[in-house]
């Protein structure tokens, strides 16, 4: 895991860490609800793979759906 940007770690991984951290315990969850709102850091995830940190890329695929303003 890395550092927390305060203590010096690099914001944009920290970032990445913490999301894909977020989507495996929803992913796992022991509670079916939880596994069923992976598709919100999912759609993080592929931005960020997508280097579009600023969310400005447009169209931000949600879920099957194509967001564009």
Same mark, same amino acid.
Not at 11 to 37: D, F, G, N, P, V
Not at 56 to 68: E, G, I, R, S, Y
């Given at each position: ?12 991984? !920290? ?8 989507? +495996? !315990? ?8 939880? #596994? ?5 850091? +999912?759609?993080? =995830?592929?931005?960020?793979? #997508?280097?579009?940190?600023? =969310?400005?890329k ?12």
């Amino acid at each position: 895991m890395e550092n927390p940007p305060i203590k010096g770690g690099d914001e944009k991984r !920290w970032t990445a860490s913490y999301i894909e951290t977020r989507h +495996q !315990w929803l992913k796992y969850h022991e509670k079916k609800i939880l #596994r069923k709102t992976i598709y919100r850091t +999912q759609t993080f =995830l592929n931005e960020i793979t #997508r280097d579009n940190w600023n =969310l400005d890329k447009l169209p931000v695929n949600a879920n099957d759906v194509n967001v564009t303003t």
